[in-house]
């Protein structure tokens, strides 16, 4: 049997919630002594994850058997986008809307009812060698056998590590309009630089996003609540272990480039975390995020591509979409017909797309 191990994960978002659940979860033997901090207070937490559209896939129930976390307070059963020259393409959706509050801290209560420990603090700096990593909190200092950090887009972690990802800054209002009914909308212009603006259900309200962008302001028109901000790493990173220290979430840049959707994904790696620590195989846990469609090298060459695309192109290459019923399987034969013999050139990007409706939410 193994010796009592040490595990810390900073960050009580997506990932880190989620990470150390599993962590006690899979420890059957119970060896594992899991600490689980964040540095923001209780209200501080409350408005930063409120920043978010908080749309989700249903597979993300799933994804968490046996446990059930709270706070799924609506469904998504639509998507509609709409596209220069009055182009709108609508899809069914299975997804479901969450308060992440709510969501995240009912995971962090179970995992305390495991035996876990959760506080508020903060970590200062780190410091690892072949045997331990050292962490300097505000009064004290502690060691781990490993650490999984999941402390957000600018973290600490991967900063101090040397590992260079990207990050996007996004804006969101909550304005008073009453929201379209299980429907999420967006909107693609060449303005918003490979981006969109979009539109969620917010209780009876409506959350409206746009990418931050120096040198252009977007405000949406209506009576104006809310505004808030943050920041999301996106688009995967060259490695996501040094030593004994395992990036998650938006640390390790793991939303996806397209959508900037990041809450299903830092869930699955913080599970697959987890588990490579309990089978003594941290590595294990890069391979097996790496055999995930959520890491799929499509989706940054997708991003790069729309950066590049002015208002013409994201017509032209969306038209083909527009013209047909994609319930009907006779439309959709003749769709990808018209793909193969006139919009070849865009296959990958078509690709892209229909993996992200399935992996990045």
Same mark, same amino acid.
């Given at each position: 049997?193994?010796?009592? &191990?040490?595990?810390?994960? $900073? ?6 919630s989620? *990470?150390?659940y599993?962590?006690?979860h ?11 901090? +964040? ?9 930063? !994850? ?7 896939s249903?597979? /993300?129930?799933?994804?968490?058997? =046996?446990?059930? =976390? +709270?706070? @799924? $307070? ?26 992440? @509050?709510?969501? #995240? ?12 420990? #959760? ?11 072949d045997?331990? @990593?050292?962490?300097?909190?505000k ?7 490993? $650490?999984i950090?999941?402390?957000? %887009? ?5 900063? !101090? ?9 996004? %804006? ?6 009453? =929201? ?14 490979? +981006? ?5 259900? !917010? ?13 252009? &302001? ?10 808030? *901000? ?6 995967g990173l060259?490695?996501y /272990? ?5 990036? @998650? ?29 309990? +089978? ?13 469609k ?7 060459? %997708? ?13 032209? !290459? ?11 399987? #006779? ?5 990808y *017909?018209?793909i ?22």
């Amino acid at each position: 049997m193994r010796d009592n &191990i040490k595990v810390l994960v $900073v960050g009580a978002g997506p990932g880190g919630s989620s *990470a150390a659940y599993f962590l006690k979860h899979y420890d059957r033997d119970n060896i594992i002594k899991v600490d689980l901090v +964040d540095r923001l207070n209780s209200d501080k937490y409350s408005l930063y !994850h409120d920043m978010c559209g908080e749309g989700v896939s249903s597979d /993300i129930l799933k994804d968490f058997e =046996p446990f059930s =976390p +709270d706070g @799924v $307070v609506g469904k998504i059963q639509l998507i509609r986008e709409f596209y220069p020259n009055n182009i709108e393409i609508q899809t069914k959706m299975d997804g479901l809307l969450i308060d992440r @509050v709510r969501f #995240f801290s009912s995971i962090i209560d179970e995992f305390v009812r495991l035996d876990g420990s #959760f506080q508020r603090n903060s970590v200062e700096n780190f410091f690892q060698d072949d045997k331990k @990593v050292k962490i300097k909190y505000k009064t004290k200092i502690e060691k781990y056998d490993y $650490v999984i950090a999941a402390d957000g %887009a600018n973290s600490l972690f991967r900063k !101090h590590l040397g590992i260079k990802g990207n990050t996007k800054s996004l %804006a969101q209002y909550i304005i008073d309009k009453k =929201p379209e009914k299980n429907t999420i909308r967006f909107f693609y212009d060449e303005i918003y630089e490979g +981006d969109y603006m979009w539109e969620f259900p !917010h209780n009876e309200k409506t959350k409206i996003g746009y990418p931050i962008i120096k040198g252009k &302001i977007f405000r949406p028109t209506g009576k104006i609540l809310v505004k808030q *901000a943050r920041t999301v790493g996106y688009g995967g990173l060259d490695r996501y /272990i040094s030593g004994r220290v395992l990036l @998650v979430g938006d640390a390790a840049c793991q939303a996806n480039p397209i959508t900037k959707g990041g809450i299903r994904a830092a869930m699955i790696a913080g599970k697959l975390a987890a588990k490579a620590i309990v +089978d003594n195989d941290p590595k294990q846990y890069e391979k097996d995020w790496l055999k995930t469609k959520f890491s799929s090298k499509l989706f940054i060459e %997708a991003f790069k591509k729309l950066k590049e695309m002015n208002n013409t192109e994201l017509a032209k !290459h969306i038209k083909p979409f527009g013209e047909v019923n994609m319930n009907s399987t #006779f439309s959709k034969s003749i769709l990808y *017909a018209k793909i193969f013999l006139l919009y070849a050139r865009y296959v990958k990007l078509y690709r892209a797309y229909d993996l992200s409706n399935k992996y990045g939410w």
